[in-house]
């Protein structure tokens, strides 16, 4: 087993094994106590795992509920946010019971938030069950859910209490969930570790736990350096400006790690022709995104994409930061205005 302890405004351990799903009773139970613990899940995650997670909470002596919403992006939304408040108040739950995320990103982000607010905070532990919530969403503390105009704009940062890791789920994932998470993987090996880029040059289901470790590893350093995304923190989001104004035009139909592949690949362009970095790097960033069965293209517009990224959360006033990279293992922040954000989206799309 592998173990990556955080340090932020809260402390935790994130345990990364494979069969950790029917010991979770016994992790919750000594990380965070309590008498009750709520799963909140998705429909397809709930016929995979809960029943798992379920027996060993009952034979850890928790009185446990489920709370079951529909896959998707789409459920990330303000009914289902005020649906799991209810829940939580109507079976009783206090601020030192549990609430439990077991599947992937939407549900870490709906579960996490409703967590953050019940009571004004209870306990969570993240059990991220895709590979995208493994390296990157179950880690960290950012909670949310979507509104019309944009993505996770509203939410709250909210650091769980412990983060259960059984990378045996991901067998069951199909081949796009998969690569969604190795999208982010890819984002990790182009911000912060040249080393880990080049592993990705074999499958990554060869190293698996190594790779979900490095990940969670590099997030935890910039998460304890920054954890509110006052600066460092903000290099996370290479690809992720351009990756959610693709996702929203699409109306969430692209999913997540694949509009990210689409936004690390316009950048990587558009960094190449206004010389911020060389051809090798963009030439690489694009190869490797390819290698992972990945888009690098989107046939959205230059200005439909503009639009769309102007409700980005990263934006302050007349402009916004821009995750630009330099060579692969180092990115950089980049205060753009309107007009310069405008050049770096008509430069990023393939000529």
Do not use: W
């Not at 490797?288 to 888009?295: N, S």
Request: hydrophobic share 40%.
């Amino acid at each position: 087993m592998e173990k990556v302890r955080v340090n932020a405004s809260k402390s935790y351990d994130i345990l990364i094994s494979a069969g950790l799903l029917e010991e979770a009773g016994e992790h919750i139970r000594k990380a965070v106590g309590g008498s009750k613990a709520a799963i909140i899940t998705d429909d397809i995650v709930d016929g995979l795992y809960a029943g798992t997670v379920e027996k060993s909470l009952l034979c850890a002596g928790f009185k446990v509920s489920k709370f079951v919403f529909s896959n998707g992006e789409s459920s990330k939304n303000a009914d289902n946010y005020l649906n799991i408040l209810d829940f939580l108040a109507e079976n009783g739950f206090t601020r030192k019971d549990v609430v439990l995320a077991l599947g992937g990103g939407v549900v870490g982000d709906l579960a996490g938030f409703a967590a953050a607010s019940y009571m004004r905070g209870t306990s969570l532990v993240q059990i991220p069950t895709t590979l995208l919530a493994a390296v990157d969403s179950s880690v960290g503390g950012k909670t949310g859910i979507d509104l019309k105009a944009g993505k996770n704009l509203a939410g709250a940062f909210y650091q769980p209490d412990l983060v259960l890791c059984d990378y045996l789920t991901l067998s069951t994932l199909d081949k796009e969930v998969f690569r969604s998470g190795c999208a982010e993987i890819i984002k990790y090996g182009v911000i912060s570790d040249a080393t880990l880029f080049e592993k990705l040059r074999e499958p990554v289901k060869n190293r698996i736990q190594e790779i979900i470790t490095r990940c969670v590893e590099i997030k935890r350093d910039v998460v304890s350096a920054d954890e509110r995304e006052g600066g460092l923190r903000q290099i996370l989001n290479f690809g992720h400006t351009f990756g959610h104004a693709i996702e929203l035009l699409s109306q969430y139909k692209i999913p997540h790690g694949y509009a990210v592949a689409i936004g690390m690949a316009m950048m990587a362009r558009a960094s190449e022709r206004l010389g911020i970095c060389s051809a090798d790097c963009a030439g690489s960033i694009i190869e490797m995104i390819k290698r992972h069965a990945l888009p690098t293209d989107t046939t959205f517009s230059a200005e439909e994409i503009y639009k769309a990224a102007l409700s980005d959360k990263k934006m302050g006033g007349e402009a916004i930061t821009l995750v630009v990279p330099r060579e692969i293992g180092r990115c950089e922040l980049r205060k753009a205005s309107l007009d310069e954000l405008k050049e770096f989206i008509t430069l990023g799309l393939k000529a």
